[in-house]
């Protein structure tokens, strides 16, 4: 069985500041790891798969099999990316970690 | 985002009516699923289907059947709906190479029961 958990239900953080978003993983296989977004008033989207490996929005995230992590990365938060961020394995999604970027 | 739509976008509902939620894709994806979004706990999934006629149970499938006739419409039925089924339901849809794909989303249904 997956699971996905998403230790933090809401974030704030200034404009400016890093944000690191945590997301850890139970799962058997090989995982392929997902980030979506949901900004406000729009459907959710994919913002960044582990397969990939790049950087959208600025945002980075590192697959540490060791200890089951997917954390998302950003060194400058901007106010635009207050949004609902879900991180997901397969079909398996996290409860979700609402970020708010303050001016 | 055309790509994948949901109707109604808005429903209200008493208690002990079916109602039934339909997804329609155009890009001919093969799997597509049903999700829905609650405080607290994020997108469970309800159902899936990986092919016409193909579906299996998610994770929160109680009080909710599916159904695929044709690869482009998805439809979701609460048999008799419920209070505790008063959410946000997400469709959504993936090519099907590989069961560990990007999914794309509808823009989701609002329903509520009353």
């Known amino acids: 069985a997956q699971r996905v958990t998403q230790p933090e239900k809401l974030l704030s953080v200034f404009k400016g500041a890093p944000v690191e978003l945590k997301c850890n993983y139970s799962y058997s296989g090989s995982p392929e790891l997902f980030w979506y977004v949901q900004y406000s008033r729009q459907r959710l989207q994919l913002l960044l798969r582990?397969?990939s490996r790049e950087s959208i929005k600025g945002f980075t995230a590192d697959l540490n099999k060791g200890e089951t992590s997917f954390h998302l990365k950003k060194p400058f938060a901007q106010e635009e990316d207050s949004a609902m961020y879900y991180c997901?394995?397969?079909?398996?999604f996290g409860a979700g970690t609402t970020v708010t970027v303050r001016a | 985002d055309a790509g994948i739509t949901q109707s109604p976008r808005h429903k209200v509902t008493e208690t002990g009516t079916p109602v039934t939620l339909r997804c329609h894709q155009t890009?001919?994806?093969?799997?597509m699923y049903w999700y829905r979004q609650d405080p607290g706990h994020g997108l469970r999934l309800i159902h899936y289907?990986?092919?016409?006629?193909?579906?299996d149970k998610g994770e929160v499938s109680d009080g909710y059947s599916v159904s695929r006739s044709k690869t482009e419409d998805f439809l979701l039925t609460l048999e008799s709906a419920t209070s505790s089924q008063t959410s946000v339901y997400f469709c959504a849809m993936s090519p099907g190479q590989d069961p560990q794909e990007t999914q794309y989303f509808g823009p989701g249904t609002r329903l509520l029961v009353l």
């Open positions: 997901a394995l397969i079909r398996s």
């Open positions: 890009e001919n994806h093969r799997y």
């Open positions: 289907s990986y092919g016409v006629k193909d579906t």
């Open positions: 582990h397969i």
